[in-house]
Structure formats: C-alpha cells, structure tokens
DNA sequence: CCAAAAGTGTTATCGCTACACCCATGA
DNA sequence: TCATGGGTGTAGCGATAACACTTTTGG
C-alpha cells in the first residue's frame, strides 16, 4: 500500500507556512527547461545552440537551458531562457515533453520541460546571439549534443512536422513581408519533400490569408517574386478553429 | 546577466559525488505526476476519479496522483500511480503536459506532469477501483475537482481527440473482440458527434486491420452483430506510420 | 538573347458525404 | 409478426495530384 505522501492532493491547500511539513516526506529535485528554437533563414532551417565554455565536455554543444525557480512557473522559465539567449520575447513556444530519465544528467536527479519555439531569422539575430555565446546551425549540419539534446531535437522535429497540419505554424518562421516560393521553401524544409508549385500556390491562396503586395522581391530571381503578408485577423481566425493545413 | 547555475547544462555530467555542489545553488522543488484515466464502458466515456479521505476538501474528488520519487523517472510514476489505482500494467499512457503555476498548489511549490491513459471497462475493473476508493464517472457528469485538476481533464480530452485523428487510438478503449458498431459509437463519444453507419463502417473496413470473427454480439440487437478483431501486425505498422485515421 | 526562377490552368482520380431499403432475430 | 438494431450500394461533389508552357528581366 502507498503511504501518505503518496497522494499529495489529499493534503494541499494548507498555509504556505504549514505546507512544507505536510510534503515534507517528499524528494525534492531539481526541474530544468531546455530551448529547442527553430530560425528560418531565407532557405534553411537552422538551429539555436549554446557552446559550453566550462569543463567539462568544453567546446561541446548544447541547447540552451535554465533550472526552474522556485518562484517562476515552468512558461516563465522557458521564457526567460528564450530572452536571454535571443533578446526576444512573444515568439511562438510550446511545450514539448518532460525528459526525466532517473540517469539523464550524470551531475545530479534533473527532470527538463523541453520547450520549442520558432523564430524568423535575421541578420540582428545572429549577432545577438554571438554576444551571448550562441551560435545557429544548419539543421541538417548539427554538431553532437551533451546529454539527450540530440533526442530532444529530433523530437522536437516530428512534433513541429505533426503541428504544422492544423496550425500555420510555419508563418511564424517567415518575416513579415514573404514571397510564396520562400514559403514553400519553408514547407519543404520541414516535411523534407518536394511540393508542386503551383499546387502549392493554389492551395495556400484558396484560404484567403494572404495579402498580395505590388513590391518583388528580387534577391533570388531576375523576375522577382511578389511579396505577400498575412491578414492578421484572418490569421488569427485560423489558429483559433485550428482549420486544417495539411500541405 | 544570468548567473552561472542558470545554465545548468555548463555543467553537467560530474561525478555523482561532487555533482550536488555544482547544483547547489539551484532550486529544489516538488514534482508530482496526476493521471486522466479514461475507460470505455460498452456505450460511455468514464474517468476514474479518486476521493479523498482527510481534511481539508474531504469528499472532494481529485485526480490520482503522487510525487514523484528521487529515484524513479518521471514515467515510471505515473505507471506506480495507475498501477496502485487499477491494479493495471501495459495500458496506453501518454504524456499530457506540465502544470506549472507558481500557486496552483497553495501546499507548496508543486509541478505535476500530467499523463492521460485509455482502459477498456470491464467489470473487475470497477471492483478494483472500488477497493482503492477510486470511482469511475460518467466523462459528461463529473463532479468538481480539486485544483487545477478540471482544466487538465478537458485538455486531455483535447488532446485524446487530436490524438485519434492520426493514431488509431480508439481502439485502446475496446476490448479484444468487439462489434463496429461499438466502435462506432466510441468513436462518436470521442468527438460528440454522430457518425454514418455505412461510411464508417466502410472507412475502417478499407483499413484492413480488421478480422472478421465467426461469433456475434446480440447484447444489444437480436440479430446480432459480427465481432471482429484487430490483426495485430497491421495495428502496429497503423500506429508506426502514424497512418492518417480521421473518420 | 539566354539563363533562371516565377507564374499560370486543365484534367483525371480518389475519397468523402449523403442517403433508403432489406435482413435476422427474439419476444 | 413486429420491433429493433445490423448490414449493404450508389451517385454526386469537391479536393487533390499530376503535368508543361509562357513570362520577366538582369547580365
């Protein structure tokens, strides 16, 4: 039979002042969040990661990361360690799973909240994240990772390929002006096939999101591409009724 | 400027014995693990639902759950925790989410890692329950539950109905031989909708995951409808391939 | 003028939806 | 014999997928 402390819910709602006697049989451990954050740079997805200057495992690579606090809920932690790395706030992040392996962390008992977040790529980012000793990769060029961050990451993939099917996930990775080629570039880069162009065309205008601009964008053909934008409240009418974006 | 135990991963991987002073300056906290059960029952969704027994909310009803211990990964809770409340092992579980707010415990700083379950309803199922003072609920008459444990029944809710549209998720719920009308009607609970009897019954047949059995189930005609089973190689290469399942 | 990417339309197929009648059986 | 739920087929529609040529323009 479990003993008392077992269910703890049979024994909340004390005084702050009182609580820590009646959990008191419980372990204490320590609960991390670990940042999986997606760029999209023109054509490649890339990869936030943070080398570590301390022995050891010097040199390695990481993702970013930060214990919880004791007065932070999990969200804030995340976003914390999100502003702290990029300087950015109000980017799309989402949870991703718990890692709690007993052995996941040779240093002690830590459980980390994978969170992911998605972010548009440009020229400030990098620079910011050079002063803070981060650095983007390559998606497909990633080095090794300490600990179970290649798990994570791999991870982190399949859920944002399973979430882009009924949520324009994808758009949050685009800057705000954006040609149809760039995002179907997109697309191609996370579910790792080809798409029809004018399929592709077809579809993504037959939903009305899209706002045509006149200016082109010619920094990738001598023609150049229209560039759209999102008609926010059509956008936001989108991820409310979670309207299926299977490309 | 972050302090230095805000990367933890900087330094992890030390020898067990000095590894707490590397840690020392982060936060220990309380993590719990709560679970939503559901259980099919013929023609309903139910949720086990456990009542607790002393002071404060005595006779309230909450979800079953426990901390989780130092030397047991964040999984394995939640089987000891399923396993204590149905007696049951090698049922589907899966990873909700965290609940994470600084005050969702008023007992102290709690995180919970939520999982959610589906059993197939059986007889003895409900006796077992009864003998570790756990019930099963009727899903649309449940009462009012401690915490923030409402809000996380309605989010698995959410996510088992996201969830069956790309894995056959349903079929968790049923027991081993069983009619397509019963499935039918799980299915219906699931989404609170009604379903064609011949498109569905269409649809899963063209699955081919199905063997049909000679027996019939007159419990609910007196004509009888055939049971089928599922073929246990195709269920698995449906739920590898993350096969399309929207019905 | 030509290379390179952007832009455009049509057709065939497939899957989904809607819908109504007969069947088997126990009481 | 009749009430009850089980079982079946088809036609129309809409969405998807396959597919090739013309346009623009900088060099």
Redesign the pocket.
């Known amino acids: 039979m479990e003993n008392q402390s077992d269910n703890y819910t049979t024994l909340s709602l004390m005084t702050k002042s009182s609580s820590t006697n009646y959990y008191k049989d419980a372990d204490r451990l320590l609960l991390a969040v670990d940042c999986i954050i997606f760029g999209f740079d023109k054509d490649s997805l890339k990869l936030l990661l943070f080398q570590r200057k301390v022995a050891p495992f010097q040199e390695e690579w990481s993702l970013i990361g930060s214990f919880v606090k004791k007065e932070e809920s999990v969200t804030k932690a995340a976003e914390r360690v999100l502003k702290t790395h990029t300087g950015l706030t109000n980017i799309f992040m989402e949870e991703l799973g718990h890692y709690g392996a007993v052995d996941r962390d040779p240093g002690d008992r830590v459980i980390s909240m994978a969170h992911y977040a998605l972010m548009r790529l440009q020229e400030e980012d990098k620079q910011i994240a050079e002063e803070y000793k981060a650095q983007w990769f390559e998606f497909d060029k990633l080095p090794d990772l300490v600990l179970d961050h290649q798990q994570m990451v791999q991870d982190a993939l399949e859920k944002l390929r399973r979430k882009a099917r009924y949520r324009p996930i994808g758009f949050e990775l685009l800057p705000e002006k954006f040609?149809?080629?760039q995002l179907r570039l997109l697309y191609e880069v996370i579910y790792q096939r080809d798409l029809?162009?004018?399929?592709f065309?077809?579809?993504i205008l037959s939903m009305n999101v899209l706002e045509k601009l006149e200016e082109k964008d010619?920094t990738?053909?001598?023609?150049?591409?229209?560039l759209y934008r999102f008609i926010p409240a059509k956008y936001e009418e989108m991820v409310e009724k979670g309207v299926d974006f299977?490309i």
Chains 1, 2 share one sequence.
Do not use: Q
């Open positions: 040609t149809i080629p029809d162009r004018r399929n065309r077809k579809k010619k990738s053909s001598r023609k150049g591409a229209f299977v």
